[in-house]
């Protein structure tokens, strides 16, 4: 029987952690959108402390990661999760490891009082959003998500000049 653990990133874990964003973005066809490098992760989670992040082993071996940060909800009134990314390797999905994930950010969430877990998924990911609708996840149609990107942000920061 395999052991599995849930862990807090470490600083260490920077490479490994660029490494999975690597494999999902493959999976994804959107490794051309990746601008990380794995000293930008290092900055941004352990320096800057902008996201948390969690690593998933089985036997001792890293098969996953989460990243996730705060929101806040203004109807609520109080915080929320926003989970990033979560990603279990290949080999070892279908064993519960990603429901252990959720598990484990759903006692978060409730230890810190917060409102809501959100994502995204892309629409054409059917296992996962069947996986998600599994968990009693909800898909929010009536919302769209909006972005402003590096150009977008820029252009827009000038016209306020």
Not at 61 to 66: D, H, K, L
Not at 83 to 101: C, F, H, N, Q, S
Request: proline share 4%; with cysteine.
């Amino acid at each position: 029987m395999s052991v599995f653990t849930i862990r807090k990133a470490l600083p260490e874990d920077a490479g490994l952690i660029y490494r999975f964003i690597m494999e999902l973005a493959r999976y994804e066809k959107m490794e051309d959108c990746v601008e990380a490098t794995e000293a930008i992760l290092h900055d941004s989670l352990f320096v800057r402390d902008a996201a948390k992040a969690l690593i998933a082993e089985e036997d001792g071996t890293p098969i996953g990661y989460a990243i996730y940060f705060n929101n806040f909800s203004t109807f609520t009134g109080r915080p929320g999760i926003y989970l990033e990314d979560i990603y279990v390797t290949p080999t070892v999905r279908g064993k519960g490891y990603g429901k252990a994930m959720f598990n484990y950010l759903a006692r978060v969430a409730e230890e810190t009082g917060c409102a809501r877990v959100e994502w995204a998924c892309l629409d054409w990911n059917a296992p996962s959003l069947k996986f998600y609708a599994s968990l009693g996840a909800k898909s929010m149609p009536t919302w769209i998500l909006h972005r402003l990107s590096k150009d977008g942000i820029h252009q827009l920061a000038e016209s306020a000049k």
